[in-house]
């Protein structure tokens, strides 16, 4: 990969995940600030992970099918550019719901073939471990930037810049997908049954499991992390640093992972992800102090960073040649789609029937139930992983 590519590989995440920065930490403060109560912008924030169930395996299989996911990934930066406009003209909650819904799921594309796009080209050079973390940590700058920006920008203007904002970044990551390339696809023809073979290997099955716990147990901090600081006397700013002290210790683990994935199975790292998360949920729900806060963020290296990247290592072992996308998207949609949406609704159902930190309780115990799930895939012995072009 070219020096020139890598720089429009980094900014494309850099810019996707400042989008990222800005919904999730503040779009439910701007729902607030409309007048919507708790379960409704649950609803709303549900979206994010909803479009995900059925977005990301079309955009894959479409991707794979036509053997074009950087075309794919243009277009759709470009509507969701276009669609992110009709926030000026909302007004009714029904206009927010059909907006969001709509939105994310011309957005759910670019994660799954972003992601494809630059494991291609890493593997091409055989330089993921090497490289991809260095890639992928400006995806966390992006939301760190952002989070502080728009932490301070909404502190002192109000969360009504909001909308100016997202519009901004969106514009700039439809601009960055033309400066976008991968190495050729290969062109071999998909074969009928194929994707059912690698899914019926229960292997697979039970890191998929594991996959929807833990993206279940984080929705609660994607969804209800921000009101519940606010709930406990931060302001906006305030905020934003516990937003972004988890992202920066997520950079750091990026830069340096390829010493821990080049020396451990992925399936360790990932143990190690899933127990790191029981202990981070129960200290933000019993402990919730500055300090001890602080170190649950920090924690964020493990419950993200490190369970992403084993993951995505993991993925390139079952889902080779023309399955790459969609094995990506596969996972978002069990996670991020399945996992996300169902813990954000039970976040916010506990949220409202009982108190806000029994939600991270829930999340505590389903870091636990993802960790069963890894135990019980089989000891694998690997001179070398099988991964595919």
Known sequence: MTPSLRWAFGSFFFLYFAYVGLVSPYAS??????????????????????????????????????????????????????????????HSYFSFFIWMFVLHTILSSQMPLGETATIHALYKDNSFD?????????????????????????????????????????????????????????????????????????????????????????????????????DLGYDKFQIGLFWALGVAAEVIFFYFQNKL??????????????????????????????????????????????????????????????LQARGQAIMATVSYGLGGTIGGLCAGWIWDLSQPRDVFVMSAFACGIAGMAIQKMRPHHHPTENVGS
């Open 130 to 230: 090497q490289r991809y973390g260095r890639l992928r940590l400006w995806g966390s700058i992006g939301f760190i930037t952002m989070v502080l920006f728009a932490g301070e920008l909404f502190q002192r203007k109000g969360i009504e810049l909001y909308p100016i904002v997202g519009v901004i970044v969106l514009f700039a990551l439809a601009l960055i997908t033309f400066f976008l390339h991968e190495p050729k696809m290969e062109r071999r023809k998909m074969v009928k049954g194929e994707l059912l073979i690698v899914l019926f290997n229960p292997d697979v099955r039970w890191f998929l499991i594991s996959g929807f716990f833990m993206i279940f147990a984080h929705a609660a901090l994607y969804v209800f992390y921000s009101l519940y600081l606010a």
């Open 261 to 322: 994935l080049s020396r451990l199975d992925a399936e360790v790292i990932l143990q190690g992800a899933f127990g790191i998360g029981v202990i981070r949920f129960i200290l933000i729900a019993f402990l919730p102090i500055t300090s001890v806060l602080i170190v649950a963020q920090l924690m964020h290296a493990a419950t993200f960073a490190a369970h992403h990247s084993a993951a995505t290592k993991l993925l390139q072992r079952w889902f080779t040649g023309p």
């Open 29 to 90: 403060l701007f729902f607030l600030d409309h007048g919507f109560n708790v379960i409704e912008i649950a609803v709303l924030m549900s979206m994010l992970q909803i479009t995900r169930i059925v977005g990301p395996f079309s955009w894959g299989w479409l991707s794979d099918y036509l053997s074009n996911r950087i075309g794919i990934i243009r277009v759709c930066a470009c509507l969701a550019a276009l669609v992110f406009v009709c926030i000026f003209f909302l």
